[in-house]
């Protein structure tokens, strides 16, 4: 099995850009896709991108999701930051038949 | 409008069993994968069964192949996660989700708490 790895925090500003990373061990991380939860305090996580770059309706396009190849990693970009945002995120991915999941960035709005 | 209620959580003893639904509303269960992942306290996601609503495909992750169970009612749009031989290390809310593809959740229900402990 692969490993995806995330940064334990990150923090922006509100208004401003930020992305998050998750980098995938082994294997290529364009040939499966890349999924990103939101999961506020105390919440349930809810899905803001599928299928590397797909957002469910509802989700604002502050959002967007994207893979290099280059280092083997997707990321999330969101703009616009608002104090809302402030969650944890994670990624998740599989190979033939196990899903994995990264360890999650907690994202501070501050 | 989608909604997934997860229900049957709560304190059990280590050794023991728990059986957990799920009722799902706004959709046909029979036309998706379904899944069930749960988040011990303060950790992150893990998954720990995804299957078929429409066939016989189930897939369980290691950590609880053998000890979980899950299974379907389609006339009650439900799904069930039947767990035995529970230890500490089972303590987690547990979600159940419903699936776009067999590899990516779209909705998430409110979790239901399970706690092991004697």
């Known amino acids: 099995n692969f490993r995806l790895t995330q940064p334990p925090s990150v923090s922006a500003s509100p208004g401003k850009t930020v992305t998050l990373s998750c980098t995938r061990s082994?294997?290529?991380?364009?040939?499966?896709?890349v999924q990103w939860y939101q999961q506020r305090p105390g919440s349930a996580p809810t899905t803001v991108i599928y299928?590397?770059?797909?957002?469910p309706s509802g989700v604002p396009d502050r959002f967007s999701g994207s893979i290099d190849s280059s280092s083997n990693s997707a990321s999330l970009t969101i703009s616009g930051l608002k104090t809302e945002d402030e969650a944890d995120y994670f990624c998740?991915?599989?190979?033939?038949?196990?899903?994995?999941f990264g360890g999650g960035t907690k994202l501070t709005v501050l | 409008q989608v909604q997934l209620v997860e229900s049957g959580g709560g304190l059990v003893k280590p050794g023991g069993s728990l059986r957990l639904s799920c009722a799902a509303s706004g959709f046909t269960l029979n036309n998706y994968y379904m899944a069930w992942i749960r988040q011990a306290p303060g950790k992150g996601l893990e998954w720990m069964s995804y299957?078929?609503?429409?066939?016989?495909?189930?897939y369980y992750a290691d950590s609880v192949k053998g000890r979980f169970t899950v299974s379907r009612d389609n006339a009650k749009n439900s799904v069930y996660l039947q767990m035995s031989s529970l230890g500490a290390e089972d303590t987690a809310i547990y979600y159940c989700?419903?699936?776009?593809?067999?590899?990516?959740?779209?909705?998430w229900g409110q979790g239901t708490l399970v706690t092991v402990s004697s």
């Open positions: 299928e590397d770059n797909q957002r």
């Open positions: 299957f078929s609503s429409s066939d016989d495909s189930i």
């Open positions: 998740q991915s599989y190979d033939t038949l196990n899903w994995v």
């Open positions: 989700a419903r699936l776009r593809a067999w590899y990516a959740v779209v909705d």
């Open positions: 082994s294997g290529n991380i364009a040939s499966k896709y």
